[in-house]
Nanobody, 115 residues
Framework: VQLVESGGGLVQAGGSLRLSCAAS????????MGWYRQARGKQRELVAT???????NYADSVKGRFTISRGNAKNTMYLQMNSLKPEDTAVYYC??????????WGQGTQVTVSS
């Protein structure tokens, strides 16, 4: 599975961004897709996940502000980010996990929130 993210950029605090992830290849094998982020000097952390059945899970730090969704074709995924804070600044990565538990990662997209 190949993953390509888009939609990152620079935004002021309180603003919004929408990230997209396009999956190609053996997309039929995908069980869970998710967004992770890694701030400079910190470990990569979970932002949100969505299962093939549509069940979602969010990190406490983004609940109520971010919304994860999948497109009708199920090979695209989105992250709507509202009320952005400077602490949301990070490289955001798209992840796809198959039924065996193998992970695939995108190249990442930078999100920068200025105060």
């Amino acid at each position: 599975v190949q993953l390509v993210e888009s939609g990152g950029g620079l935004v002021q605090a309180g603003g919004s961004l929408r990230l997209s992830c396009a999956a190609s290849g053996s997309t039929f094998s995908i069980n869970v897709m998710g967004w992770y982020r890694q701030a400079r000097g910190k470990q990569r952390e979970l932002v949100a996940t969505i299962t093939s059945g549509g069940r979602t899970n969010y990190a406490d730090s983004v609940k109520g502000r971010f919304t994860i969704s999948r497109g009708n074709a199920k090979n695209t995924m989105y992250l709507q980010m509202n009320s952005l804070k400077p602490e949301d600044t990070a490289v955001y990565y798209c992840n796809a996990r198959n039924w065996k538990g193998d992970d695939n990662w995108g190249q990442g997209t930078q999100v920068t929130v200025s105060s």
